[in-house]
Each structure stands twice: as C-alpha cells, then as structure tokens.
C-alpha cells in the first residue's frame, strides 16, 4: 500500500501516468494473477493427486488384494468369541403318560414338584396297552417324555421298536438286577401280584347256601355258578389282563392252558379295559368275583367296600415300569424322573398310597398285603411273555370273537 492509501498496484484514478504506461502495467499486474492462479491450480493438482493415491491404496485393502496391518490408531473390534454365551432355558415341564390310578399319578404329580421343581403333565391311560398304542401311533412326533405303570411286557415291544429311550439309572445299582433291563430300555420300579377280588355280601348271600367255598386257586373259578357273575380285564388293553391269560398258559402248559381260558370264558361276563375296572364293578356289587391286582385290592377294601383279596396259589407277578419315550422334548427331566422313582423315599411312597411292593430291599411291604415271600408264585418267564404276547393276544381275541 502506497501514500495514496492504494495498492501496490497503480491506481488508475489518480491518473500519474500516461495511457501508455498504464497498460503496460495493466498487461503486466494481469500476467501475475494468471501466474498466482496457475500456481493454485497446481498446488492444488498435486492434493488431490495425493487423496486419489490415498484412497487406491484403502481400495486394495479393503478388497483383500494386499495383506492388512493392525493400525495402532485402531480400535479393537470383539470378536464374536468373546461375547457372552447365550444360557439355555432349562426345562421345567416332563409329559407322562400313565397306566396308574388317578391318585396315584397325582399324588406321584405333587411330590416330583416338590422334589425337583419339575411340573408333570399328565394323560391317565386305561391301562398299558392302551398307552402302548398310543406311543406307538404317535412315533413320528412323540407326545410323551415317560411312559410309567403297566407290566414290562408291554415296554419290550417298543423298545424292539425304537420307540424307548436307552437310559441306566445310576440308582438301578441298588436294586435286585431281576428288576432292571440289561438292554437298558425300561427300569421296575414296583411289584404286584395277580388275586381274586370277592364281594363278601353277595358270595354270602348268594354262592354261601349252594355250598360253594371261598376260590382258593384259580381252576375254583370254573365252576358254573361263577356264570355271568365273574369279569376279568382284556389283555389286548390292560397289563394285568395279559399276565393272567401267561400265567396260565405256564402253570399248565400250552394246550391245557387254552383249554382252562376258554371254560373260564364261558364263565365271564364281559373283559374289562383294565384291570382296575373288575375292582370296582364287584366293590358296588354288580359282580361276585374278579380277577385283579392284589394291592389295588386291598386299597379298596380299606376304603370301606365289602370285598376281600385272595391270593391263588401258582399265580403271576407284574414288574410296574417305567420308559422314556425316544424323541420326548424333555428327555433331561426324564431322566430325573427314572433316578427319582428308584429312591427309598418314593419306593416308601409308593407302596404306602398303592399297596404295592416296592422293588427296593429296604423299603418294607405295604400293610394289610400278604408277604411277598409267602406268596407261591408261577414260573413265570418274563422274556417268553414278551415275546409271544402279540400271537397270544390275536389267539385270545379270536377265541372270544371279538
């Protein structure tokens, strides 16, 4: 800036020179702001030559066409290991399906709560075979966890199947091997013996003055005067139906077996679904005489009912199981159902509220039941039972033509 309060660069209006020299100075001052701006231009050329180089080199990183470096400048990114695992929702329900009475199940219901927090779900079937069936028809998408009651004649066919879960209880060790499946498919858990139910007011009243007697074994059944006034359970249905038709067919042998069902079927009113039933049907005096399960029974008669257990020479046994059905949701659970019924305390339970005998050696025998050592057993071969139970029930099916 000059004295004049102007630029450096001349000032046209003060007028110091001549036309002439004012362009020349006019030529000159616009060279060098086309030189200042040339300048700019390349300065900024070499920048942005600068950034494109930049971002080539980011480009091949990126595209994995060089290998990358860590940047100190860099966050750590996590990797996926270590974010915090996800827990799995722990189960809190077991689905069973029960061959047992009603307040068993439900009181069976009540303590595995307690015990284990465990909610049952359960659906009370006639009787094993019908569970069986049910298992059976469901084995594309099973409904069930555990399959419990019922004799384990009806749990080998399954397990023949694919049907059971192959599970050992680490509490199977205590308890006589008999009892325990060496292929590991179903666990016993309880024991009952076959009997006949009478109700005494009517035998009394009816049977008593034609001199019959008390049956004490299981032919005293023919008689004809038992005609109409008998019922027994069908073994197609009911566990204890099917171990009554074996055992006789192995007190007698074969031939002479057949014969006895088929008199005592002319004697029979009608075959119940389960066992059970016959207790029953003869407690509310519609029927003299039944073939049932001993400990059910005498659970009747506690209860106040006219009747009375007898208990047949030569006759069977029931090994009460249980079996985890394959595919269940909650096979876990299962599992601590198997090891919870085969404690002294539930085998304690069990035979308080159902009479039966427990499969444990320290677990006493129920009250008001004959001793299980006193009680004169069949020969009874349960792995022949099982396998010819599917023909002897299509025999016996036919022989009653139903």
Request: charged share 25%; proline share 5%; hydrophobic share 35%.
């Amino acid at each position: 800036m000059n004295s004049t309060g102007c630029l450096d660069i001349p000032c046209k209006a003060n007028n110091h020179t001549g036309f002439g020299l004012d362009k020349l100075i006019d030529n000159q001052e616009t060279g060098r702001i086309n030189m200042y701006k040339m300048q700019r231009f390349q300065a900024a050329s070499v920048v942005m030559a600068v950034i494109l180089s930049m971002v080539t080199v980011l480009s091949g990183c990126a595209t994995g066409n060089s290998t990358p470096t860590a940047s100190p400048a860099s966050a750590p990114t996590k990797s996926a290991s270590s974010e915090p695992a996800k827990k799995t929702v722990e189960s809190k329900k077991l689905v069973v399906y029960a061959a047992l009475n009603e307040d068993d199940i439900v009181q069976i219901q009540k303590k595995f709560k307690e015990d284990t927090g465990i909610e049952i779900e359960y659906l009370r079937l006639s009787g094993a075979g019908e569970a069986s069936t049910r298992i059976q028809a469901e084995k594309a998408t099973p409904k069930a966890d555990i399959f419990v009651g019922g004799s384990v004649e009806f749990y080998d066919p399954l397990a023949q199947q694919g049907l059971l879960e192959k599970y050992t209880s680490p509490n199977a060790k205590d308890i006589e091997s008999r009892f325990n499946d060496p292929k590991g498919f179903w666990q016993g858990w309880y024991m009952g013996v076959l009997g006949i139910v009478i109700n005494k007011d009517r035998f009394k009243k009816e049977l008593e003055p034609k001199g019959i007697k008390m049956p004490t074994t299981w032919d005293d059944l023919l008689d004809p005067n038992y005609k109409g006034q008998f019922i027994t359970s069908n073994p197609a249905t009911a566990g204890g139906g099917y171990i009554f038709v074996a055992d006789q067919l192995f007190r007698l042998g074969e031939e002479k077996g057949w014969d006895y069902l088929k008199k005592l079927n002319a004697n029979v009113h009608h075959y119940t679904p389960a066992a059970g039933d016959g207790i029953n049907l003869t407690a509310t005096g519609e029927f003299v005489a039944a073939m049932s399960w001993a400990h059910d029974i005498v659970k009747s008669a506690q209860k106040g009912f006219p009747i009375q257990v007898i208990v047949p020479e030569q006759t069977a046994f029931e090994i009460g199981g249980v079996g985890i059905v394959k595919g269940g949701e909650n096979t876990d659970n299962a599992k601590k159902f198997v090891d919870w019924l085969l404690t002294k305390p539930v085998g304690e339970m069990n035979t308080k509220m159902s009479n039966r005998y427990s499969v444990r050696k320290d677990v006493a025998p129920p009250d008001g039941m004959i001793k299980i050592e006193d009680v004169k057993l069949v020969n009874y071969d349960r792995d022949k039972a099982s396998q010819m139970k599917a023909d002897v029930v299509k025999k016996f099916t036919e022989m009653i033509g139903k």
